[in-house]
C-alpha cells in the first residue's frame, strides 16, 4: 500500500522530522555524556581482565586486594595431584580433582575478601589504578594461602 495524502501531512516538509530528530539526537547524546561522566565518578580502580576476577564486581570497585592463582594452586592438594600424576584435561580424574581444588580457592578467596573488607579480588596485575593519590590494590595471596586449611 502506497502513502496516500492522509498519510503524508505531517510529512510534507522536511522541518518537520527536524522539529522531532534534532532534540532527540540532543537528548540522547546529553545522556551519554552525563553517563559517560557518571562513570569516570565510579572509583579510583579499573579491571583489566575481567577473565582474571575471583571475587566482586568488575564495575564497582572500591576496596580490591589482589593474589596470584597460581602460588594459592599450588598449596592445595587436590592441584598438586593433577601435577604429580601428570593428569591432562583428557583424564577423567583431572576434572573431579579440579573441581574439587577450584571450590577450595574460591572458599579461600571469599573468606579473605570478607575479612578484610575487600569488596573485588583479582589476579595480580589485572588492577590498574586510575587515579593519583589512591592506593594500590592489596597482594593478599599469602592470606589466601593461609585460609585454605
Not at 33 to 56: F, I, K, N, P, Q
Not at 78 to 106: G, M, N, P, W
Request: charged residues 25%; glycine residues 10%; positive net charge.
Amino acid at each position: 500500500m502506497g502513502w496516500g495524502a492522509s498519510e503524508t501531512r505531517g510529512l510534507s516538509s522536511g522541518r518537520s522530522i527536524g522539529r522531532v530528530v534534532v532534540p532527540t539526537v540532543l537528548a540522547l547524546t546529553a545522556v551519554l555524556l552525563l553517563a559517560s561522566t557518571a562513570e569516570a565518578g565510579l572509583g579510583d580502580y579499573r579491571c583489566t581482565d575481567t577473565g582474571r576476577v575471583y571475587y566482586g564486581n568488575a564495575r564497582l570497585i572500591r576496596k580490591p586486594a589482589v593474589c596470584s592463582a597460581d602460588r594459592v594452586y599450588r598449596h592445595i592438594p587436590e592441584y598438586r595431584q593433577i601435577l604429580a600424576e601428570h593428569l591432562t584435561e583428557k583424564d577423567v580424574r583431572y576434572h573431579f580433582l579440579l573441581k574439587e581444588a577450584s571450590k577450595k580457592f574460591l572458599k579461600a578467596v571469599k573468606a579473605t575478601a570478607r575479612a578484610g573488607g575487600f569488596d573485588f579480588v583479582a589476579e595480580v596485575g589485572a588492577v590498574k589504578v586510575v587515579r593519583d593519590g589512591a592506593p594500590k590494590p592489596v597482594d593478599k595471596t599469602d592470606t589466601v594461602i593461609a585460609k585454605l586449611g
